[in-house]
C-alpha cells in the first residue's frame, strides 16, 4: 500500500517539475522560427524590389531603341520610361502608395536614373547607351527592422541594375 502510495506522489511530483516546459519549449522554439521566417521575407522582398529595378532599367533600355529622334545623354524620355515601370510596381513606401501619380513623384524624387551614350567612332558605327538605375533600399526597406535581427548589417543601402541598347548612328 505504502508502495502505491509513494508511486501516485512521484508521478505527482514529477508532474508539477514538468508543468510549464512545453510552454517554454514553444518559446524558444517559436524565436528560432520566426527569426528563420522573418529572414526569409526580408530576402524575398530585396529581391522583389531588385527584379522591378531590373526591369525599370530594361524598360530604359527599350525606351531608347523604340524613340525618334535617338535620345541624348539624361534623354527625359528614356528616365520616364524607367519612372513609369517602377510606378507599376509595390516599391514605394505605404505613405505614398496611394494613386499610381503619388507613386510616380516619390521615384522621381528617390531614384537615381543615368542614361549614358558612347560616342560614335565613325558614321555608321554602333552607339552605346547604358540606362543605370539606382534605387535607396535603405531609405525604404519594405519591411521593418526586427529587433534582435538588424537587416542594416547584411542587407544592400542601395539596389542599382544596368542595362544597355545599341544604335548605329547616322
Known sequence: MNAGCSSTSGQSHTRTLQRGVAATEFALVFVVLFSV???????????YTQQAVTRAAEEGARAVGLLTPAPTAQDPRVKDAVYDS???????????????????????????VDVTPSTASAPGAYIRYVVTVTYPYSANRLLPSMLLLDSSRWMPDQLRSRASAALRSS
Open 37 to 47: 521566417l522573418y529572414a526569409l521575407a526580408t530576402f524575398g522582398a530585396v529581391l
Open 86 to 112: 517602377l510606378a507599376s510596381s509595390l516599391v514605394v513606401p505605404v505613405a505614398s502608395s496611394g494613386n499610381v501619380t503619388s507613386r510616380r513623384s516619390w521615384i522621381v524624387s528617390q531614384v537615381t
